[in-house]
């Protein structure tokens, strides 16, 4: 059978990364990129990026991007509403201009994220399993969306800034049935439809 669901909002791909301390506890870091394929905002690449303890040339971190207006809506409609954003208050993060270049070899996700005074690089590596997520009304504070995405948790995720590694671990969780789970994420195929009518 086939449906359709309006408005769509975003459609691309969205991996991300938190690292932890040794404890496994306490944020370091953490990272969404956004690369954008279609969307009402335009197309464009964003990385919503904070940092427990700034860096130069990034400080606290922020909202790099080429596309102003479509990351101040992932900001204020979704990611801010995100488990790895709670208690950051990513909506004082500084927006910054940048050119992100992402690249996939079926192995190895990279992204080069470049700025007039930074060079941030992401990676996901040794990725779990691949599974299709539907998770019909997503909450996103007093409304929600439809999300379709395909996730492949990573065993490995890496962010250097200025070619140096940050200090912080990855969170892999196998449950009782085998299934992973981590904090190091791909998303191919995301979609997101709303906001949904409340």
Same mark, same amino acid.
């Given at each position: 059978?086939?449906s359709?669901?309006?408005?769509?909002?975003?459609? #691309?791909?969205?991996?991300?990364?938190?690292?932890?301390? &040794?404890?496994?506890e306490?944020?370091?870091?953490?990272a969404?990129?956004?690369?954008?394929?279609?969307?009402p905002?335009?197309?464009?690449?964003?990385?919503?990026?904070?940092? !427990?303890n700034?860096?130069? @040339?990034? /400080?606290?971190?922020?909202?790099?991007?080429?596309?102003?207006? +479509?990351?101040?809506?992932?900001?204020?409609?979704?990611?801010?509403?995100?488990?790895?954003?709670? @208690?950051?208050?990513?909506? $004082?993060?500084?927006?910054? $201009?940048?050119?992100s270049? =992402?690249?996939?070899? #079926?192995k190895?996700?990279?992204?080069?994220?470049q700025?007039?005074?930074?060079?941030?690089?992401?990676?996901?590596?040794?990725?779990?399993?691949?599974k299709?997520?539907?998770?019909?009304?997503? =909450? !996103? /504070?007093?409304?929600?969306?439809? +999300? %379709?995405? %395909?996730?492949?948790?990573?065993?490995v /995720?890496?962010?250097?800034?200025?070619? &140096?590694?940050?200090?912080?671990?990855?969170k892999v969780?196998?449950?009782?049935? @085998?299934?992973?789970?981590s904090?190091?994420?791909? !998303?191919? !195929?995301?979609?997101w439809?709303?906001?949904?009518?409340?």
């Open positions: 059978m086939i359709a669901k309006r408005p769509v909002f975003f459609n #691309g791909e969205n991996p991300a990364i938190t690292l932890y301390d &040794s404890t496994l306490q944020k370091l870091a953490v969404s990129f956004w690369h954008c394929a279609d969307s905002l335009g197309v464009g690449r964003v990385l919503i990026f904070w940092l !427990a700034p860096i130069s @040339g990034v /400080g606290a971190g922020g909202i790099f991007t080429d596309n102003p207006t +479509l990351a101040q809506a992932l900001v204020n409609n979704l990611v801010r509403h995100f488990p790895e954003f709670k @208690g950051i208050p990513i909506e $004082t993060l500084a927006l910054i $201009t940048a050119e270049s =992402p690249r996939y070899d #079926g190895s996700y990279q992204v080069l994220c700025t007039s005074d930074a060079k941030i690089d992401l990676e996901w590596q040794e990725a779990l399993d691949r299709q997520i539907l998770w019909d009304e997503f =909450p !996103a /504070g007093e409304t929600a969306y439809d +999300l %379709t995405t %395909t996730i492949r948790p990573c065993r /995720g890496r962010i250097k800034i200025n070619n &140096s590694l940050i200090a912080g671990e990855v969780v196998q449950d009782e049935n @085998g299934v992973f789970s904090s190091a994420f791909l !998303a191919f !195929a995301e979609t439809v709303g906001p949904l009518n409340s």
